[in-house]
């Protein structure tokens, strides 16, 4: 059965980083693409950074650019995601999701299908 756990979360001051990680279990990495999402309180779920099947292109979007760093390891079958200059706007509950046949750029969202249960972040001062 197809798992994701995310950990790593926590409450940090502006400024700070934070790793992320998902690991995935119940399947094997390839032909899969997977992504980061978070949702903010009262506010929807946005994608935040997909990486395609591929593994030769990582999407972001703008609010993270530049701060934000999504990586993988087929090895271990787990995803990360190194935040650095965190931001109050950044707080959320950050989830890693996975699909098959991930486009490039953020068509790569559309492929997924599967989400982790969520890993909290609070960004206060």
């Known amino acids: 059965q197809l798992q994701l756990a995310e950990s790593g979360g926590g409450d940090v001051q502006p400024g700070a980083s934070l790793r992320l990680s998902c690991a995935a279990s119940g399947f094997t990495p390839n032909g899969y693409g997977y992504a980061w999402y978070r949702q903010a309180p009262g506010k929807e779920r946005e994608g935040i950074s997909c990486?395609?099947?591929?593994?030769?292109?990582?999407y972001y979007k703008d609010s993270v650019k530049g701060r934000f760093s999504m990586s993988r390891d087929n090895a271990k079958n787990t995803i990360y995601l190194e935040m650095n200059n965190l931001k109050p706007e950044d707080t959320g509950v950050y989830f890693c999701a996975v699909g098959l046949y991930a486009a490039a750029g953020r068509y790569c969202f559309y492929a997924m299908k599967h989400w982790g249960k969520g890993t909290p972040v609070t960004v206060s001062s």
């Open positions: 990486i395609n099947t591929n593994n030769d292109d990582i």
